[in-house]
């Protein structure tokens, strides 16, 4: 069966904090695997992640794939109370498919 | 440039009515997909629309009905709602299924 599997459920770190946020996945056809962060509406885009050992980063945010380990990291350093939220990850196993994981949610306090 | 767009964005029925859910986006992409998340369970797909003119059953299409009114616009139908698909319901479009997907509002659905 496919599966994405993320961790932990829940972090609460203080601002400035540095996070680590684990996905893990069991699929056919794998394609790509992406990550979305979810504040209170709809998932918005962060990174799509091809080829294993190649970091993608956006500002404060990075991401890796071990396609051999079947697994992604999301780092944010300095965590900032506006980056509080779910994040989701994503593998596309197949043409137009997406199976998600249930997602981290984060939160930062002052 | 909206984006993607659903209404209504919150509706509450009773157990045996119908509605449509109305989905459409001003990106010029050629895929449409539903979603419904649930607490718990991450987003799972419902339905989805790789062109114009087709559509594909996801992950839990039982209940659900599509139409892929033309390139912009995807609804979803309940022919008959029951209480289990209370859920927040999700579209969401691509430029075509190898491209990330950009979602929707949401629309906050409860049956009674």
């Known amino acids: 069966e496919d599966k994405v599997v993320q961790s932990p459920l829940s972090l609460v770190v203080h601002e400035g904090d540095t996070v680590t946020l684990n996905c893990s996945y069991e699929v056919t056809n794998f394609r790509s695997l992406l990550w979305y962060k979810q504040e209170k509406k709809a998932p918005t885009f962060l990174f799509m992640l091809t080829s294993s050992g190649i970091e993608k980063k956006s500002g404060r945010l990075s991401s890796i794939l071990d396609k051999k380990e079947l697994f992604s990291i999301l780092n944010i350093t300095a965590t900032q109370t506006g980056d509080s939220a779910v994040y989701l990850c994503?593998?596309?196993?197949?043409?137009?498919?997406?199976?998600f994981g249930t997602g981290t949610r984060l939160q930062v306090f002052p | 440039n909206a984006g993607v767009t659903q209404t209504p964005k919150f509706q509450v029925l009773k157990t045996g009515q119908s509605m449509t859910l109305q989905c459409a986006q001003d990106m010029n992409h050629n895929s449409m997909y539903w979603y419904r998340q649930d607490p718990g369970m991450g987003l799972r797909l419902i339905y989805y629309s790789a062109s114009e003119g087709t559509t594909d059953k996801g992950e839990v299409p039982n209940g659900y009905n599509v139409s892929r009114l033309n390139k912009r616009e995807f609804s979803l139908r309940l022919e008959s709602a029951a209480p289990s698909q209370t859920s927040v319901y999700f579209c969401?479009?691509?430029?075509?299924?190898?491209?990330?997907?950009?979602f929707g509002p949401g629309t906050r659905l409860t049956v009674t």
């Open positions: 969401a479009s691509s430029y075509r299924g190898d491209y990330e997907q950009y």
């Open positions: 994503a593998v596309d196993y197949n043409t137009d498919k997406l199976i």
